[in-house]
């Protein structure tokens, strides 16, 4: 029990250990101690979803977890998944689409719609627009968003087809 | 609203969103939990999925000295048949909770209330213990278990007692949950054969906290029909109840949305007044009274 | 399309028109952009504010020395401490006759005047240490009595908020063209309505962030800012810091977001620059998400009366409107709070034929956070109120709503034009733009589908909505007022050695694509592959002068600079290629990268060729020959004071009688910005921006208590729009190019926020009026729905 904690996880296949204040929040973590700042802090109250992020696989927001919380866990960022080639089609099709703007919630909504991806199948558009409904998107009207989630949903499916 | 204590600091404004210093505890069984609570008391706070209670602390409207992480008690995780009941280690999480064929089986109002609740990034965190501790008003989670009659455990070094959901919710964000109690499980009464479940809500955007909502559950032993995001705490309505005791028919439906009156004094919020809720809980309950017809 | 010569722009391997995707957007997709947060410098420390918890209140002490003492704490200052370091300012225009505001610090000195308003800072080792000493901050206030509405404000009596100003009122403008009392006595039917539009604010992804770093040594200061208008920021510092025009830098990397909400000067950012001053160390200030909402621009916040008068057969005679606005309690600098109302009154009812047109606007100040530009200046307000006018007319006199617009829109031989309050249109396409909306929606078939679902119960309502758009400002709109701020810009292009291009440009990226949108320009009149133009933008230092990215102007003013500076290069390119072939240079050509025979285009030397001669072995030239491989040219508007756009809106939707709640089904855009560069970044703005317009018509609101505090200053609380409730939209695009310039592009920013709001009300009216209902408050939730159709 102390005002500051050791862990040990791993973050993108590679082990870390640090000494963390106990009220850090992994988002500030990933951020400022580890240099990983593709992960986005947008309102630190949960709402916003740019801070999403993949922990033991599951996504979940990064501004409501402490770092101290994560010892022994996995962690999963943009960082991770772009340099592992798990989501090269998701942002390929963001690309085509121009699904992006200032980019500044896009790792958010690609780690988010990874995990829809994940699912298998193709959802419908209202399916799509219901899992990214807590990730907020100012610049997009959201539309192309959902055609690059569509296309590869589409795409994916296609491809496992007999 | 996510946290209800903002508007209540106009005397300071310090606009803050980073947490405020605190010791942490990552505890490994209930008996330090115990302990660390018994010892702390009031000082201390459970951290179970922390998607209320971190945007609080970010916001430091709660500056607990010491936080207790329940997350690595594997024994507080968990959904089971146990008898007529449905056991929900109180860890659970919602995504959890909303993907197992137990639920969706033995309580389907469950089942139907989860994908209400925020987005599948937050119900991957939060728990269905931590949602009934934190007795938000406008949750959905509360109001299921009390239409349900369902029991919470409680626990704590001084013992375990059963504490039925009518008797959890006391006031707004108040329970009988004493400071150095955990809740470890719920047991919900399994749903009998011939049951039928209706879970509405409306919330501005998709999963948000609801404006109104209403979960209904008929069985052989009555209907019961309890309310959420207008009052301080779920409501059961028991006056809409009665008038439909006989059966539900249209005539029956206007009668218990105009006894609605009876059970319901809204108070306003953010997105509504009072008068705007009791409208819309007139409305939830004819579309539910009507499913429960159809069903 | 263009009736005008095949330019460089039409050839068959142009890039303009064509959707290329960005190639700055790969790096984004990986989480690899820079934000100011993201950039890390030795020493660095960090910001927070202590703001006031009132709306209005005396300071009658501050205690900053337990703060002080707090571990990693800094330094914390007051108004005091600042007061030799940084000059006040006041956000008037002096075109804006009779404008008048208050001297503006950086933080506020013995009174704070909105809540939200900073008024300490801390500087600290990191953020969260700067909180904790926020605590220890101990303030004595005198609670003055607020000023929140601008009724009040204005009211006959009301109490100044600042003495020196003798009243509240900021700005008042009036217009009265034609013969509006005549024609309102000749009418056969008169519709009023008063229309209200709740304030709201930006909420940009990205906060407010800059990191000032100021190397005491050298007396430099280097600005890193998330701001559209880097050269604006820069003039700021030298008008209000001891610094000289040598000593400043400002750079603007990834922007996450900003819809005009970056572009002003803001009292805790001036307060930053002051702290990186005083302690010689590099500072930073990140706003959080609950300060945003009480310290960023807010924006709207107007009550208009309005009044239509329409003959029997379906002519507008006439339109009258009332426009009173709050804006805080001082006008923003430098673009001022009174553009918002200014722009209400010339655009109302501009794209209709009636000449008759009276205006009053009243601009307040009262005790809430100041107000600004905010992503279309105006236009929401002004196409609402007109477009409501025009269904209710249509209602009155029992017409199609679209054959009433029909009749009245401008048409499209008609210009150029000018309206009752002077605007000048150039070149207009309101009529084709409707017949092709009409098309496009079908709108028969939604008609037909509308009155078979009303027959079982269903109410779905459709709605139109015309509009104009303001694009590429001249200096009219803000240089000639005072104000630092550029209608010009300039763009640089330079062949390199190896044969590919660089480009640094004065207009500024904020993920609309202007990066995208400037190689596209380039990279077709220069005859080389997109991806061999690297564009450089956002840095005082590196790129030429210009006002940046605002106003949508980005490609009509930028693009246009680029264009020249293309040009420029290419003919540079050819006299020094055909010095090196002994060739004309009008015989050849640059295509694909080479420079080739322009009759038979044959291949005759690579780029990479003309580039090491020109700089590596001037030996090898003809005497005399001085190779220029870069080229440098600016354009600014001159031939209109504004490029004007235009289009229609149109919306479907169904509305739950019993709930108020409304489901948007479908909108559809059809939009002329001139020339496109790239009907993929086009899209996507225009999406962008009707989203932006579908928050305010039916999510987003301040909401104010009666001692103006904010009730609902977080994200979870204040209703942006997210995906799950806004509709597919579909865009298509007439192209009228824009004289004057060799582009011809205008802009397309501001389009989908101007129009969305009045086509979702009218659509929402229409949904209602067979029930006798209608609404006119925006948003419109809910419960206001639920109240006009007397269900409360
Ligand atoms: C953007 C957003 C939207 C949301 N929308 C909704 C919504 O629509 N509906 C809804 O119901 N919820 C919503 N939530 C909240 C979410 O469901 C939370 O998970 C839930 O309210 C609390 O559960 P938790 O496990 O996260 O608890 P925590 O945040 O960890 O704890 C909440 C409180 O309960 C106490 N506590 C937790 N577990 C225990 C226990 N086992 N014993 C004793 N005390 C305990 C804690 O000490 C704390 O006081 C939302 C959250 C966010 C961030
Ligand atoms: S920063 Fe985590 S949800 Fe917004
Ligand atoms: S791209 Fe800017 S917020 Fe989504």
Same mark, same amino acid.
């Given at each position: 029990m102390s005002e500051s904690v050791d862990i040990r996880l791993t973050v993108n296949g590679q082990a870390v250990a640090r000494r963390v204040a106990a009220r850090q929040s992994l988002v500030d973590f990933l951020r400022e101690e580890l240099g990983l700042t593709g992960t986005r802090a947008g309102c630190e109250h949960g709402v916003c979803g740019a801070c999403t992020l993949r922990l033991d696989g599951a996504i979940v927001r990064a501004c409501l977890l402490f770092a101290a919380q994560l010892d022994g866990a996995s962690i999963e960022t943009i960082e991770g998944l772009s340099r592992s080639g798990e989501i090269a089609d998701l942002q390929a099709a963001f690309h085509q689409h121009n699904a992006l703007q200032c980019g500044f919630c896009t790792a958010g909504i690609l780690v988010a719609a990874a995990a829809l991806l994940r699912r298998g199948g193709v959802p419908s558009r209202a399916e799509i627009r219901d899992f990214l409904s807590g990730n907020y998107c100012?610049?997009?009207?959201y539309h192309a968003i959902i055609d690059a989630v569509e296309a590869t949903c589409r795409a994916r499916a296609g491809k496992s087809a007999p | 609203m996510l946290t209800p204590a903002r508007e209540t600091r106009r005397a300071r404004w310090e606009d803050v969103l980073k947490a405020p210093s605190f010791a942490y505890l990552r505890a490994s069984s209930l008996a330090q939990v115990f302990d660390a609570l018994a010892e702390h008391g009031e000082d201390a706070r459970i951290l179970a999925g922390g998607q209320s209670l971190v945007p609080a602390l970010n916001m430091r409207l709660s500056e607990p000295r010491l936080l207790i992480d329940i997350n690595p008690i594997a024994a507080l995780t968990g959904i089971e048949r146990r008898g007529g009941m449905l056991r929900i280690g109180a860890l659970t999480r919602h995504s959890e909770v909303g993907a197992s064929p137990l639920v969706a089986r033995l309580a389907p109002l469950i089942h139907q209330a989860i994908p209400h609740i925020a987005h599948p990034a937050i119900r991957n965190r939060g728990t269905f213990g931590g949602s009934l501790a934190q007795a938000d008003p406008a949750a959905e989670l509360p109001a299921c278990v009390l239409a349900l009659d369902a029991v919470l455990h409680l626990a704590s070094r001084r013992g375990e007692r059963a504490v039925s959901a009518r008797d959890f919710f006391r006031a707004l964000y108040e329970t009988a949950l004493a400071p150095d109690e955990v809740i470890t499980a719920i047991d919900v009464p399994v749903a009998p054969q011939g049951t039928r479940s209706v879970f509405v809500e409306l919330a501005r955007r998709r999963g948000d906290y609801a404006l109104v909502g209403l979960a209904a559950e008929a069985r052989e032993v009555g209907l019961r029909l309890v309310f959420f995001g207008v009052g301080n705490k779920p409501v059961e309505a028991g006056a809409a109840s009665a008038a439909l005791a006989a059966g539900i028919t249209a005539e029956r439906i206007a009668a218990a949305q105009a006894a609605l009156a009876r059970d319901l004094d809204p108070p306003g919020d953010l997105q509504a007044d009072g008068a705007t809720k009791l409208h819309l809980a007139r409305v939830l309950l004819g579309r539910a009274a009507r499913a429960l017809m159809a069903a | 399309m263009s009736e005008r010569p095949l330019s460089f722009l039409d050839r068959p391997n142009s890039y303009i028109g064509k959707s290329v995707p960005r190639p700055n957007a790969q790096r984004l997709l990986q989480g690899r952009g820079v934000f100011v947060d993201d950039i890390r410098l030795p020493r660095l420390l960090h910001a927070a504010f202590l703001r006031s918890p009132y709306a209005h209140a005396r300071i009658k002490h501050i205690d900053t020395a337990a703060a002080s003492r707090r571990p990693g704490v800094v330094r914390v200052v007051t108004a005091a401490d600042l007061a030799g370091l940084c000059t006040p300012w006041v956000g008037v225009l002096t075109h804006l006759k009779g404008m008048k505001s208050a001297p503006q610090h950086p933080l506020a000195r013995d009174r704070a005047c909105w809540q939200g308003e900073p008024v300490a800072a801390v500087a600290a080792e990191s953020r969260a240490e700067a909180e904790d000493a926020l605590a220890e901050i101990a303030v004595e206030w005198e609670e003055l009595p607020p000023l929140a509405s601008a009724e009040a404000a204005l009211a006959p009596g009301a109490r100044a908020i600042h003495d020196t100003l003798g009243d509240n009122l900021a700005f008042a403008r009036a217009v009265d063209a034609g013969a509006v009392d005549d024609a309102f006595a000749r009418a056969d039917a008169v519709v009023a309505e008063t229309f209200t539009f709740a304030r709201h604010t930006g909420v940009c992804p990205e906060p407010r962030s800059i990191l000032a770093e100021f190397d005491p040594g050298d007396r430099r200061l280097t600005l890193y800012c998330s701001s559209q208008a880097p050269h604006m920021m820069k003039e700021i510092v030298l008008r209000h810091f001891p610094l000289a025009e040598t000593d400043v830098r400002v750079v603007c990397r990834d922007v996450g977001g900003s819809y005009g909400v970056k572009i002003h000067v803001y009292p805790d950012e001036m307060a930053v620059i002051a702290l990186a001053l005083l302690l010689g160390r590099p500072v930073k200030f990140v706003a959080d998400r609950l300060e945003s909402f009480v310290s960023d621009i807010h924006a709207r916040e107007h009550r208009v009366a309005a009044r239509m008068a329409v003959s029997r057969t379906g002519e507008i005679l006439a339109i009258a409107i009332d426009d009173l606005t709050g804006i805080g309690p001082y006008s923003t600098y430098p673009r001022s709070s009174a553009v918002e109302g200014n722009q209400i009154v010339g655009l109302t $009812?501009?794209?209709? !034929?009636?000449a008759n047109y009276r205006a009053r606007l009243r601009v307040a100040f009262q005790t809430k956070p100041p107000m600004s530009q905010y992503r279309a200046v105006g236009h929401p307000i002004a196409c609402a109120v007109t477009e409501g006018l025009v269904d209710l007319a249509a209602r009155a006199i029992a017409m199609d709503p679209a054959e009433l617009r029909r009749r009245n829109l401008i048409a499209d031989e008609a210009y150029p034009w000018k309206s009752p309050a002077g605007l000048l249109f150039e070149k207009l396409s309101h009529q084709r733009a409707l017949e092709r909306m009409l098309e496009l929606m079908d709108y028969e078939g939604l008609r037909r589908e509308q009155r078979d679902l009303r027959a079982k119960g269903i109410h779905r309502g459709i709605g139109l909505a015309s509009f104009v758009e303001i694009t590429n400002p001249g200096p009219a709109f803000y240089g000639v007022g005072g104000a630092p701020i550029s209608a010009q810009d300039g763009c640089s292009v330079r062949l390199e050695p190896g044969g590919s291009v660089t480009c640094a440009i004065s207009v500024t990226e904020q993920g609309q694509g202007t990066e995208t949108m400037v190689a596209q320009i380039v990279a077709s009149v220069l005859g080389v592959a997109l991806a061999r133009v690297r564009v450089v933008t956002g840095d005082t230092e590196r790129t030429p002068y210009g006002g940046g990215t605002w106003a949508s102007r980005g490609t009509g003013i930028g693009g246009e600079a680029a264009l020249q500076a293309a040009k420029a290069l290419r003919a540079n390119i050819l006299d020094l290629a055909g010095a090196m072939l002994q060739a004309a240079p009008g015989d050849l050509d640059i295509a694909e990268g080479w420079i080739v025979? @322009? #009759?038979? $285009? @044959? !291949? !005759? *030397? $690579?780029l990479e060729e003309v580039g090491r001669a020109g700089y590596? !072995? $001037?030996?090898? &030239? +003809? +005497? &005399?020959t001085q190779p220029e491989l870069m080229a440098t040219r600016h354009h600014q508007p001159r031939d209109y004071p504004f490029a004007f756009t235009n289009g229609v809106q149109a919306s479907w939707l169904e509305l739950d *009688? #019993?709930?108020?709640f409304v489901r948007l089904l479908k909108h559809w855009v059809v939009e002329d910005c001139g020339r496109m560069v790239s009907p993929l970044l086009v899209d996507e703005q225009i999406r962008g921006g009707v989203v932006q317009g579908l928050g305010a018509a039916l999510f987003e609101e301040c909401l104010y208590d009666a001692a103006g505090q904010l009730r609902n200053g977080t994200l979870a609380d204040y209703l942006v729009p997210m995906a799950a409730e806004m509709p597919d939209i579909e865009v298509a695009h007439l192209e009228t190019p824009l004289a004057g310039t060799e582009l011809g592009a205008k802009g397309i920013g501001e389009a989908g926020t101007a129009g969305a709001p009045a086509a979702v009300m009218n659509a929402i009216n229409d949904a209602l009026a067979p029930l006798g209902a209608r609404v006119s408050e925006q948003p419109i939730t809910p419960a206001r729905i639920l109240r006009a159709l007397g269900r409360l």
């Open positions: 100012r610049c997009t009207g | - | $009812g501009s794209w209709y !034929r009636s025979d @322009a #009759e038979t $285009g @044959a !291949r !005759r *030397i $690579g590596f !072995r $001037g030996d090898t &030239l +003809p +005497p &005399l *009688i #019993e709930t108020g």
